[in-house]
């Protein structure tokens, strides 16, 4: 069963920096594309970036150009770095698989505030 562990999360103020991991475990790496999801307080969860096998990158507009996905099959981790974050990045961010699956981590929380 696939499993995801996010971690790297916390408090930062508004044009700070933040670096998120994802390490994944129960399916072969190299065979899917993966995705950093956020949720915000009484929002739907939305997806923000993907990664393809080939490596080409995707990102919601609120995100370009401030967000750089990653990912590194050896340790079969995904990577989320984060600059110039805004208070509306404020969420619990998630990775899972592009197109997810039903196995949700427990996330880690991004909070953007002076």
């Known amino acids: 069963q696939v499993q995801f562990v996010e971690s790297g999360g916390g408090l930062v103020q508004p044009g700070g920096s933040l670096n998120l991991s994802c390490t994944v475990s129960?399916?072969?790496?190299?065979?899917?594309?993966y995705g950093w999801y956020r949720q915000a307080p009484g929002k739907h969860r939305q997806l923000v970036a993907t990664i393809q096998q080939q490596g080409i990158t995707i990102y919601a507009n609120s995100v370009k150009g401030r967000f750089t996905i990653s990912s590194d099959s050896d340790k079969a981790a995904v990577y989320l770095q984060m600059i110039s974050l805004r208070p509306e990045d404020t969420a619990v961010y998630y990775c899972?698989?592009?197109?997810?699956?039903?196995?949700w981590g427990q996330g880690t929380q991004v909070t953007v505030s002076s």
């Open positions: 129960g399916i072969i790496f190299n065979t899917r594309a």
């Open positions: 899972n698989t592009n197109g997810p699956t039903d196995n």
